[in-house]
Structure formats: C-alpha cells, structure tokens
C-alpha cells in the first residue's frame, strides 16, 4: 500500500501561514521561509520529492502550487513536480490543468482508493481543510513538519480548528539543517 506523506512549513510559534489581508502578501511561508533555503533544504525537498510519485492538494495549495510551479522547468525539482501526477480535493473547482485530476464524491474513499494502487508515496504539501478529512481517517502515513527558526506573530495556527479528536503521533526520526531548520518527522501510533 502507498503511504501519504503530509510535508508543511512551521514557524517556530506554530503558525503555517497569515491570513491577514494587509500582511498575507509579506507572511506566508514562502517568504518568511526563504532565507532558510539553502542546499540542505534543496535536498531534503528533492529527496521527498523523488520517494513520490503523485501529489495530493487542497484547493487552496493547488493553485498556489499551479501559479508558482507551472511555467517553471530546467531543474531536478520543478521537472518531477510538473510530470507528477496531481490529485486535488475540492468543492469549488469544476476543472483542473497541470496534469491534475479533481476528486469526485467522498474525498476520504477517492483517497483510501489512491493508497492501494501501485506506486510510490503520494506527497501532500499544507495543512488545511483537507487535513482534516485525512486525519479523522487515518490517512496520513507521516508527517513531516519543517520548523524554521522564526517567529512570525500572528496567523493560522497549524490545525487551528481542526474539529477532530486527539491524534498521538511517534516521532520517527529528526532531520536538523545548519540553517536552523528541524524537520520533525511523525507516524501514527
């Protein structure tokens, strides 16, 4: 059976991204991360990247994701994220480009339905919505959650109103960056 692996960006005050209109611009991962991506985390990225091949996404990080990767090619990590396959969760769209396919009827089944064909893990980039239907169903086989050495203030909080009863997790194993980065790797107990 494949494995999901959920991989998200944590600040040190565990909040995954700001969703405050006059600050979101300036406060989402993908710039108070940046100046922490450095080769080690270019490796760890294109070694999760490669023990993959599909990706599952929220709508929400799907079309960030599209918008971002896209029109990007000529290196290792963009190529393989732009050949994989894509599987997106969500009520709203009613199409999808960039080699994905939308999931129709009950997510939870569609994705229980993906782990049992043959292939390698399915990646999951985010915590949001969708995390809450894969968790309620053991889904997720790991996470892994990249603490970056910042604080960021104020935002949502990493499954801020999750709505789903404690989940205990083992901490499996710990990947440490000399930029400060920790990468926390957790499976379910």
Do not use: C
């Amino acid at each position: 059976m494949r494995k999901i692996i959920e991989s998200t960006f944590v600040s040190l005050d565990g909040i995954i991204d700001d969703t405050r209109p006059s600050t979101a611009s300036r406060a989402q991962p993908q710039h108070w991360g940046q100046p922490y991506w450095d080769a080690d985390h270019a490796g760890y990225a294109q070694k999760l990247m490669e023990s993959g091949d599909a990706m599952l996404l929220g709508r929400a990080t799907y079309e960030g994701f599209a918008e971002a990767w896209s029109s990007r090619a000529g290196d290792p990590h963009a190529d393989v994220m732009n050949a994989m396959p894509k599987y997106v969760a969500s009520r709203t769209l009613t199409e999808t480009t960039w080699n994905a396919t939308l999931l129709k009827g009950d997510v939870a089944e569609e994705v229980a339905k993906l782990k049992e064909q043959p292939g390698r893990n399915i990646l999951k980039w985010g915590t949001g919505e969708l995390d809450r239907t894969l968790v309620q169903h053991g889904l997720v086989d790991e996470f892994h959650f990249w603490y970056f050495p910042v604080i960021v203030g104020a935002g949502k909080h990493l499954f801020e109103g999750a709505g789903f009863d404690t989940t205990h997790l083992k901490l499996a194993d710990v990947e440490r960056f000399d930029s400060g980065i920790v990468v926390h790797i957790y499976v379910p107990k």
